[in-house]
């Protein structure tokens, strides 16, 4: 327990409104930034991630599925109208370990685990291939529940995949995947951002 309240003690103090180190200029700039996009992502993978969190509505769900933050999500692409989900699977995600070994959990986790394993291609159990199959499964979740607004043209749902050297690769876009019709289909997009087939 001390060790906790130490770690309590360490997040308050780095949060103290006079000595976080930013100015008033720039603590005005963070309350007026809105987010310009959501993104969905597992706790294991946040951290290897170099973003402007004040331009991101960020979600974080085991395995970063979709299901269990359906509020959360659908404030942002339904209130906020935020225009680009982005869904990032990680390399070595221990999510979806769990997911296909049905694990132990609370009746929460295994709901999720489950949804994680019904998303998954049952060909690609292991490695690589099973996380972009869950990247494309998690993809699939949300264009079926925000069809209507990528329909009609106000939302892009992308999945990303972060391999092992932390480099963030476009596996799926709107459900186009594979690095040929990625490539065909966004030409303004650097074909080195695809990953290598
Ligand atoms: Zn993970």
């Keep these: 327990m001390k060790k906790a309240v ?3 003690v360490s997040f308050l103090e780095t949060n103290r409104g006079e000595n ?6 720039e ?7 809105a987010p310009k996009a959501l993104l969905l992502t597992c706790p294991g993978s946040l951290p290897f991630l170099s973003a402007d969190r004040s331009a991101l509505y960020t979600v974080e769900s085991l395995g970063a599925a979709v299901r269990g933050c359906e509020a959360t999500l659908d404030h942002g692409v339904r209130r906020l109208e935020l225009p680009l989900l982005i869904i990032v699977g990680h390399d070595g995600c221990g999510a979806l370990d769990r997911a296909v070994k049905l694990s132990e959990g609370t009746d929460a986790e295994k709901a999720v685990y489950e949804a994680i394993a019904a998303g998954l291609d049952g060909h690609t159990r292991a490695g690589r291939k099973r996380v972009l199959s869950h990247i494309d499964g998690q993809v699939a979740c949300a264009l079926e529940r925000y069809g209507d607004r990528v329909k009609a043209g106000k939302l892009v749902v992308v999945g990303l995949y972060l391999d092992e ?3 963030l690769l476009l596996t799926n876009y709107n459900g186009l995947k594979g690095r040929e019709a990625l490539s065909y289909g966004l030409p303004e997009v650097n ?3 695809f990953l290598p087939s």
């Design 6 to 8: 130490r770690t309590l």
């Design 20 to 25: 976080d180190g930013r100015s008033e200029k």
């Design 27 to 33: 603590k005005k700039l963070l309350s007026e930034k």
């Design 165 to 167: 050297a932390g480099t």
């Design 191 to 193: 074909e080195s951002f």
